[in-house]
């Protein structure tokens, strides 16, 4: 059974511009969730996607979106890219959702903004 | 609002017992997890614990729980250099959130 891919590993970016990343669930997985992690401030929750339905969502401004398609794959786009920006973001998959704790984490993509 | 803490680092000799500890806030939580994340990876679902349970032993790794105290720690015994990593506790929120609550992590390092 294939894992959580995202796309792309690593990606640089300069401030001001945007970035689209991208998640492929593990197969039947319904939930996707998206972190941001940063060596000060942890792993941070962005929000999570069932059934393509934004069904919670984390204390990040209107710059972070995302949205999750018909087949459970989803993306995440952040505009107006700040240099605090600059982050491990991480997908996870599971079943029936983060509330039940069996997460199945991407290896991540990593976003640096000059 | 509902936190979770943990040390930031732990030093343990290889061979020896690592014990990393977390406390947490929400006296509601159902479950609580431990996840390791190795260099360059994704985070790894380890064990995990119902909050009606005190004890869970898996090979070399104990999971114990104090509910009164709100308590959990994560013992591994034998350390050896492939635990090297950070090791998140994280608890889900018993509120009817529909996300988990996560610490900072811990990374354990390894002396030879």
């Known amino acids: 059974k294939a894992g959580v891919t995202q796309t792309p590993r690593y990606l640089i970016k300069t401030r001001g511009q945007q970035v689209t990343l991208s998640c492929s669930p593990i197969?039947?997985?319904?939930?996707v969730s998206w972190y941001q992690q940063t060596p000060g401030q942890g792993l941070q929750f962005l929000f999570e996607?069932?059934?393509?339905?934004?069904?919670n969502k984390g204390n990040f401004p209107g710059r972070f979106s995302g949205r999750q398609f018909s087949n459970s794959r989803s993306e995440m786009n952040v505009s107006t890219l700040e240099l605090g920006d600059s982050a491990l973001y991480l997908c996870?998959?599971?079943?029936?959702?983060?509330?039940?704790?069996?997460?199945?984490f991407g290896e991540g993509s990593r976003l640096t903004v000059l | 609002g509902e936190d979770v803490e943990q040390s930031l680092f732990l030093s343990v000799r290889e061979g020896d017992s690592s014990v990393i500890n977390c406390t947490y806030t929400?006296?509601?939580?159902?479950?609580l997890y431990w996840y390791k994340q190795e260099p360059g990876a994704g985070l790894q679902l380890l064990t995990y614990?119902?909050?009606n349970m005190d004890m869970k032993q898996d090979q070399r790794l104990t999971v114990l729980l104090n509910k009164k105290d709100k308590h959990l720690s994560l013992r591994i015994a034998d350390t050896q250099t492939g635990d090297s990593a950070i090791y998140f506790c994280?608890?889900?929120?018993?509120?009817?959130?529909?996300?988990?609550?996560w610490g900072a992590g811990t990374k354990l390092i390894i002396k030879p």
């Open positions: 996607y069932f059934s393509e339905t934004q069904r």
């Open positions: 996870a998959s599971s079943f029936s959702g983060t509330n039940t704790g069996e997460l199945f």
């Open positions: 994280a608890e889900s929120g018993g509120s009817g959130n529909y996300q988990l609550i």
């Open positions: 929400d006296s509601s939580s159902t479950y």
């Open positions: 614990i119902f909050s």
């Open positions: 197969s039947g997985h319904r939930s």
